[in-house]
């Protein structure tokens, strides 16, 4: 077995978990921020259509 | 220029037009640096392969470093003019800036096994990352929990500004302490030295995540801004939940 696999083989999991925390906390950011958007804009909308019926 | 930009209005147009491309330019640019850093950068000669982490670290602290200093000069400017849009866009900051801290963090414990033997190390580095996330942790405790939004964004600024102390001494604790950390290897007075194979991707990550940063300010100051002008017309607190605004189902 060459040497580099072996050595991948060592640093893989590290790799790994360092990669899949990046993603699982940018998604964790992304989601959060977004949802408070999405939660303004929809009651700026709301309150839009609220006062364009009175 | 920043009197232009302290006009909400304004601010909030830019935002809805600069977010998306923001996170356009993210997503590319990340999703292709970590391809790049994963598969077609080299190992380095000593780490081997645990090397790739650096691709999530450094950018990840960067990005901690450059937030604070962000939320700091909002500070500074909402100070001295009391422009409120500074405010919103200071407070928009610490999330992102205290996500990319925690990240920088993490995963420098998980480079820090392999090439250490140890996950953590009372190290001055590590050690300055770590008061700056706590730094983080009250600044948006302060705008959570101080009622009156006046006193929150005064007691806001006041922490922030002090609080900039630490970043010198995050920057300069590997030079002023012995320390485990190596000294810095990209911004450097004789320039970098990482070979182009990995300092490419790198920079590719360092730009997609500073794209990622643009686009939480954006997102989370236009939502603040609204939020802001919903509760000024109709006499409600800003930082109460925005849902009392919705019907009943």
């Known amino acids: 077995m060459p040497d580099g696999f072996v050595e991948f083989g060592r640093a893989a999991p590290f790799v790994g978990i360092a990669y899949a925390a990046s993603l699982v906390v940018i998604i964790a950011l992304v989601l959060l921020i977004s949802a408070r958007l999405n939660r303004a804009l929809r009651a700026d909308a709301l309150r839009a259509s609220q006062e364009k019926e009175k | 220029m920043l009197s232009y930009f302290a006009n909400p209005a304004r601010f909030e147009a830019l935002a809805a037009r600069a977010g998306p491309v923001a996170f356009a330019i993210f997503v590319l640019l990340t999703g292709l640096g970590a391809a790049i850093g994963l598969f077609f950068s080299p190992a380095d000669y000593q780490q081997g392969d645990s090397v790739r982490i650096m691709y999530v670290h450094v950018p990840a602290a960067w990005c901690a470093l450059a937030a604070y200093a962000f939320i700091a000069v909002m500070s500074l400017v909402a100070f001295v003019w009391r422009h409120n849009v500074a405010d919103v866009a200071a407070r928009a900051a610490a999330a992102p800036g205290a996500a990319f801290t925690a990240l920088a963090l993490l995963t420098g414990a998980v480079w820090g096994k392999p090439t250490w033997g140890a996950w953590w190390v009372w190290d001055a580095r590590l050690t300055s990352m ?82 990622l940063f643009m686009w939480c300010v954006f997102a989370g100051a236009r939502a603040d801004i609204i939020e802001r002008r919903l509760a000024n017309r109709h006499g409600r607190v800003p930082s109460r939940p925005l849902r009392t605004l919705e019907p009943a189902a």
């Open chain 2, 130 to 211: 770590l008061i700056l996330l706590f730094i983080y942790l009250g600044y948006i405790a302060i705008w959570r929990s101080v009622s009156n939004p006046t006193s929150a964004a005064r007691f806001a600024r006041i922490l922030a500004l002090v609080g900039v102390i630490n970043l010198p001494i995050i920057k300069f604790s590997v030079e002023w302490w012995s320390s485990l950390h190596q000294p810095a290897s990209v911004f450097r007075s004789d320039g970098p030295t990482i070979h182009s194979s990995m300092l490419t991707p790198l920079m590719l990550m360092a730009v997609g995540y500073t794209a």
